[in-house]
């Protein structure tokens, strides 16, 4: 009886601890980044908040040339990543993949990108959004 009722538990916390990583919330984007690999002429910056809502946005001379509002989601226990500003509709890319300092989302009807991947590297944030044939590359340091 005690055996069983240890086991139990032992299955409870996994299933607990299996549970919370599904749904754990990519931390490492929060701050402040600008990116390095940007054309001349461009300021590119994305910026996420402790909720994990955040913007990115390119100037280009003075002026803000592109937007897009950004958010980590959780729905139906699965995590996503929202994109606004960009079509009438906000997108969504459900993860795929995740670890501790990156993530793998995708969105196969989506024209482009159809995945989305960010990574925290030698304190540096890099995104690659790509479909099967074309892929753009982003290095962002922390400025903030």
Known sequence: MKKMLLF????????????SNKTQKPTFLIGEWKRLDDKPGNQTYEMWN????GMGYTITGVKKS?????????????????VRGINERPTLFKFTQQTDTSFVCENQKNDFPKKITYSLQNKQLK???SSDDFRIDFVFDRIK
Do not use: P
Not at 8 to 19: A, D, H, R, T
Not at 50 to 53: A, F, G, I
Not at 66 to 79: P, S, V, Y
């Open 8 to 19: 139990g538990c032992f299955i409870l916390m996994l299933s607990c601890n299996e549970n």
């Open 50 to 53: 402790t909720n994990l809502v």
């Open 66 to 82: 592109f937007q897009e509002k950004l958010a980590i989601i959780t729905m139906k226990d699965a995590l996503y990543l929202e």
């Open 127 to 129: 995104a690659i959004v």
